[in-house]
């Protein structure tokens, strides 16, 4: 895993701004490549092939800056061998540069695995993104000048884009925020390409979809799907597991991690190797949770008995109440924006605590918007919302901005980008779900573990990811899914020889936030402080009187406007102006018509 950037000239102090910028993704090696024509940067967290693999890597006139792990490296290497390409080392980069070698702007058809990359051919820059966003690809064309950079930070510090925003910026942080429009930036002139998409840059960029799931009829009967779920969740997970450094896993005592964590035991086992399992919680969290019916029960109990089923040696970080709100702030630096509260910053300090010990874990990401777990997809009244299901109060969140930055209808602006989305499959309202899911919802997920996690220099797999999984799951029924009438009943069903019983059938419980009441008086104190300085930047476009209506709101009122699903209640709907205010002024942020 890495960071990368370029551009399509030569600046110095550009190239070493933008270097030093993405040092935290990349604290191994770093390296850069210059002409008149073109700069690729590299910095690199070295996970396989620790002496080799360095970057950007050219062969036959050819350059490559990759930030990756392809997981089908060696079928990859032994096909390009038949077919006449030679290897001088077992680094994923040199496959990819040589498949590029082969197959030219095609080879994005033959990798599987996480990635963003550029390659540098003659004049031309070919960019990549894999197919379900995992990795980030930023970029911006400024004076008729193509630049990019794995992060919003590294195109700052260039001092070739500006961080600028307009109406639209202040729409997408408000009303679309904390997930983001996809191929959106938020800063003006700010893009990303969006996942399974790829272009050239030859004195203009062409941008096309090279992947997308195929609607087809599901033939295979129930018991063939359950095998064939379980080959590829198994097969996915054992591939996600080569490195060359140490690996664990983060285990919640859920469906998912728990998985992850039994398959991973067993591939470790098989090495004469003892898996490490992490988790995460918050001081008096057990005095103060209460149960609901997105949240129902804490891990702990859970844990343990993981834990103990696969033998793991557990490491269990135990967050403050002042650290996870401290973070709050270290969180928007490494996202480049505000984002889902103590959600991200707990992550932050959390990957802070793994990477002590560890350079690479798995986590259950994905699994949710593939087999049909979150509510929106089960609970009939929610699912038929014509809308976003996480995200259904545009009005309310509107009321908050100053009306001369309302330049066009609120609701209009949100419902266009649903209906967009759901067009291309509508008639199905589970492939419906899923597609609000893969496009929106997973994306903001993987922002927030890309970012949280290659802060610290932590390469954070998430193997429900793979695409071939995401083929497979994406035309099976919902009767199929929903076995049992139980949460990814289809899921359990193909994993129930390797968990026990009480695990296999827990309810689904989200990532853990805090509780603590103490959390809840600190935010609404700073933000009290905030809204008393006439200085603060949020208030240029944000109405005081509706923060200081927002402070004297009750949590239970609240639930009806929950900002972003179960994630982001009203504590968390504080901290995200908290971190929106900082956002502004820590990034120096210019508004422009």
């Known amino acids: 895993m890495c960071g990368i950037a370029g551009f399509s000239f030569y600046d110095e102090v550009s190239a070493d701004n933008m270097k030093e910028s993405l040092k935290r993704r990349g604290p191994d090696q770093d390296g850069i490549i210059k002409n008149e024509n073109v700069t690729l940067i590299h910095t690199r967290l070295a996970v396989v092939d620790l002496e080799h693999g360095l970057q950007p890597m050219s062969k036959n006139g050819i350059s490559l800056v990759y930030n990756g792990e392809l997981y089908n490296t060696e079928e990859l290497r032994k096909e390009l061998q038949l077919l006449g390409q030679t290897f001088d080392e077992k680094s994923d980069t040199e496959v990819v540069l040589k498949s590029y070698l082969q197959w030219g702007n095609n080879c994005v058809n033959h990798l599987n695995g996480i990635f963003a990359f550029a390659i540098v051919d003659n004049e031309k820059i070919f960019i990549a993104r894999d197919r379900m966003g995992v990795k980030p690809f930023f970029y911006a064309i400024v004076d008729g000048k193509f630049i990019f950079a794995s992060e919003i930070k590294a195109l700052l510090s260039s001092g070739l884009v500006k961080p600028e925003i307009d109406n639209t910026s202040l729409f997408e942080l408000i009303l679309i925020g904390p997930g983001r429009t996809p191929g959106y930036g938020i800063f003006k002139n700010i893009n990303e390409l ?26 295979d009967n129930f018991e063939e799907t359950v095998k064939n779920v379980r080959f590829l969740v198994e097969d996915s997970i054992r591939r996600q597991t080569v490195s060359d450094v140490p690996l664990c896993t983060f285990l919640s005592g859920g469906l998912d991690s728990s998985i992850i964590s039994a398959i991973t035991a067993d591939v470790l086992k098989e090495k004469g190797q003892r898996i490490h399992t992490f988790s ?14 997105f949240q129902p029960n804490t891990d702990s109990d859970y844990i343990k008995y993981m834990v ?25 630096d490494a996202r480049d924006l505000p984002g889902m509260a103590d959600i991200d910053s707990s ?30 997809y089960r609970n009939e009244a929610i699912r038929n919302i014509d809308g976003f299901p996480w995200s259904n109060t545009t009005q309310y969140k509107a009321s908050f901005l100053k009306e001369e930055y309302i330049d066009r209808d609120a609701s209009k602006y949100v419902y266009e980008k649903y209906q967009n989305t759901i067009q291309k499959v509508s008639g199905d309202r589970f492939r419906e779900m899923t597609e609000l899911n893969l496009n929106w919802f997973m994306q903001t997920l993987l922002d927030r573990k890309d970012r949280m996690s290659m802060y610290n220099g932590l390469e954070v797999r998430v193997p429900f990811c793979d695409y071939r999984l995401v083929e497979y799951t994406y035309n099976i029924p919902w009767c199929f899914k929903d076995y049992k009438d139980y949460e990814k009943g289809l899921l359990r069903e193909a994993v129930k020889d390797i968990l026990p019983e009480k695990i296999l059938w827990r309810k689904k419980s989200p990532y853990p936030k805090t509780h603590n009441p103490l959390y809840f008086a600190i935010v609404l104190k ?5 809204i008393n300085d006439k200085n603060s930047p949020i208030l240029q476009f944000i109405k005081k009187d509706a923060l200081e209506q927002l402070l004297k709101t009750s949590p239970d009122v609240f639930s009806n406007h929950n900002w972003y699903g179960q994630l982001m209640a009203l504590p968390q709907t504080i901290a995200y102006f908290l971190q929106l205010n900082y956002w502004l002024k820590k990034y120096n942020v210019t508004y422009i018509l």
């Open 308 to 332: 103990e089923h696969i033998g793991s040696v557990h490491h269990s970080i135990t967050l403050t109440t002042e650290d996870v709100v401290g973070a709050l702030y270290e969180a928007v």
């Open 347 to 376: 992550l932050l300090l959390f990957c802070k605590e793994v990477k002590k010990d560890f350079t690479v874990a798995l986590s259950g990401e994905c699994s949710d918007e593939i087999f049909g777990g979150y509510p929106w």
């Open 526 to 530: 700073q933000l009290q402080k905030v």
């Open 280 to 293: 995460v919680d918050y001081e008096d969290n057990s005095k103060f949770f209460k149960s609901s019916v």
């Open 194 to 219: 969006k996942k399974a998409h790829c272009g050239i840059w030859d004195e203009k960029l062409e941008i096309w979809e090279y992947w997308k799931p195929e609607i087809k009829l599901h033939t």
